[in-house]
């Protein structure tokens, strides 16, 4: 009896350790899984919005993708080029200065493809109503002077705050890959920074 009692207790162990195992992996398989998805649809909507904003006029700029011209045409909309460092106020309350957009090759990043480069774009952030305004890093498109870079879901390990609270100001850092290498030029809205843009009103 004791030795069919201790059968039964070996049994009942590896079936646990095995559930456990089972378990794990099921969780393993689901957070990569999630993590992909992330990191596709990101690269979806990048392609989408430099579409977008191809398609658009620009103020000034010095990039050949975004120079064509557009005289027999009616555009509402168009987009403002700026300095990195210099900071623009926009509608929603939320003062935007793109510092920097640099290829980074120790930083830390999801799913890099071969081939591609890490950049990491600084940003400094501010808010200067009474009220907390929403952030969404997702936003940001960049540029290199032919191609576009993908946003990288390692950005969200940078405890990036999904709203700045009033009177605060955030240094950020989001994450892109991209096939080329720089110059590099950043979207937000209607405004784009890069090293070679001449300087513009500072609202919009």
């Given at each position: ?37 992330s990191e596709l649809t990101a690269r979806r909507q990048a392609e989408k919005r430099i ?154």
């Amino acid at each position: 009896m004791r030795e069919n009692g201790d059968y039964v207790k070996k049994w009942k162990i590896i079936s646990l350790v095995f559930i456990i195992l089972t378990t794990v992996f099921f969780l393993l398989t689901f957070v990569f899984s999630s993590l992909y998805i992330s990191e596709l649809t990101a690269r979806r909507q990048a392609e989408k919005r430099i579409e977008q904003l191809q398609e658009r006029p620009s103020s000034s700029s010095t990039y050949s993708s975004y120079s064509d011209s557009y005289d027999d045409y009616d555009y509402d909309d168009t987009y403002y080029t700026y300095n990195f460092g210099d900071a623009v106020d926009f509608k929603e309350g939320l003062s935007i200065a793109v510092t920097s957009a640099e290829e980074d090759s120790s930083v830390k990043m999801n799913n890099v493809l071969e081939g591609e480069k890490k950049i990491v774009v600084s940003l400094t952030v501010a808010n200067e109503t009474k009220q907390d305004v929403t952030f969404y890093p997702e936003d940001f498109v960049v540029y290199s002077e032919s191609s576009y870079a993908f946003f990288n879901s390692a950005t969200y390990d940078n405890d990036i705050p999904d709203k700045i609270a009033s009177g605060k100001t955030e240094e950020i850092k989001l994450y892109f890959t991209c096939y080329e290498g720089e110059p590099f030029a950043v979207n937000y809205g209607d405004v784009i920074w890069s090293g070679s843009q001449k300087k513009n009103s500072n609202s919009i």
